[in-house]
Nanobody, 113 residues
Framework: VQLQASGGGLVQAGGSLRLSCAVS?????????MHWYRQAPGKQREIIAT???????NYADSVKGRFTISRDNTKNTVYLQMNSLKPEDTAVYYC???????WGQGTQVTVSS
């Protein structure tokens, strides 16, 4: 199983990015749980969004209301739509799953003030 994250980049504060995580080697079902994590310089990796079932989602307080996790099972892909980005969102973003077993390689998100 491989997870390929993409979509990171440099954006100004208040801007938006959409991250993608393409899953290969297995088929995502509607019950597959997927996560997005991030790790800022000098900090521990933290979980920021989870999706399970058809549309059950959970978010860290730091991103709630600004980030949206979604999935397209037909494309075996999970997304993270990030709006109203802040400099403190700067981190390497990782996708994780299915069900916590595998990690993507990470994609850098840098938000300038």
């Amino acid at each position: 199983v491989q997870l390929q994250a993409s979509g990171g980049g440099l954006v100004q504060a208040g801007g938006s990015l959409r991250l993608s995580c393409a899953v290969s080697g297995t088929i995502m079902s509607v019950t597959t749980m997927m996560h997005w994590y991030r790790q800022a310089p000098g900090k521990q990796r933290e979980i920021i969004a989870t999706i399970r079932g058809g549309s059950m989602t959970n978010y860290a307080d730091s991103v709630k209301g600004r980030f949206t996790i979604s999935r397209d099972n037909t494309k075996n892909t999970v997304y993270l739509q990030m709006n109203s980005l802040k400099p403190e969102d700067t981190a390497v973003y990782y996708c994780n799953g299915p069900n916590g077993l595998y990690w993507g390689q990470g994609t850098q998100v840098t938000v300038s003030s």
